[in-house]
């Protein structure tokens, strides 16, 4: 079945820097890759989604980029803000309508 | 709109007690999910639905029963209780439209948080 690989675990910026996360997936029938914010106490928020038949896509400060070829995409954070500390979640459609998450990455950013 | 909403947010059962997870969503939408999260494991899949009367095992279903027999609730039964079983349990749900649902933002609820001692 599908596996989503994500780096780093936890992850320091600090504030004003930029935040990259990666992810690969092992399907190559996925085609759908949505990333989730989860802040203390609360579910996972959509903050940024990608179709197979899009590169990339940016949406202000954040943006995501997709290499079908390698099978990795990652989630880019420029000009990061307290706001943004939180645990993000890539994620991975699969072939038989589930979605498959990453193991999250925790985000702090440093004053 | 509220969403998806989860009840209870905190609960505290013995082991071998039997409760029920309350999910539901105001938005009409046919795909409904069932998660668990365990600290550093990301989400596991428990079980899910694609419309009313149908459901289907996840990657963890085991402990674990559900029925969905509106468009809007999905419950998460849990049996007989076990330590393993202490968790953060999420529902969410999506809307497929023509395509599948896996290809769609879903949309969480805030979790209840289960301790079983």
């Known amino acids: 079945g599908e596996n989503v690989e994500q780096h780093p675990s936890t992850l320091s910026v600090q504030e004003g820097d930029s935040a990259v996360i990666k992810c690969t997936y092992s399907d190559s029938a996925s085609n759908y890759f949505p990333w989730y914010k989860q802040e203390l106490g609360k579910g996972p928020q959509l903050i940024i989604d990608i179709r197979s038949n899009v590169g990339e896509k940016k949406d202000q400060r954040i943006a995501v980029t997709l290499n079908k070829t390698a099978k990795h995409f990652s989630l880019h954070i420029t000009e990061t803000q307290p706001e943004d500390s939180a645990v993000y979640f890539c994620a991975a459609s699969s072939r038989d309508d589930k979605i498959i998450f990453g193991k999250g990455t925790r985000l702090h950013i440093l004053p | 709109n509220a969403g998806v909403t989860q009840t209870p947010k905190f609960r505290i059962l013995k082991i071998g007690q039997s409760m029920t997870l309350q999910c539901t969503q105001d938005m009409n939408h046919n795909y409904m999910y069932w998660y668990r999260q365990d600290p550093g494991m990301g989400l596991k899949l428990i079980y899910y639905?694609?419309?009313?009367?149908?459901?289907d095992k996840g990657e963890v279903p085991n402990g674990y029963n559900v029925s969905r027999s509106t468009t809007e609730d999905f419950p998460l039964r849990l049996e007989l209780a076990a330590p393993s079983q202490t968790s953060v349990y999420f529902c969410a749900s999506s809307y497929s439209g023509q395509g599948r649902g896996s290809n769609q933002p879903q949309h969480f609820g805030d979790g209840t948080r289960l301790s079983i001692l």
């Open positions: 639905s694609v419309g009313a009367g149908i459901t």
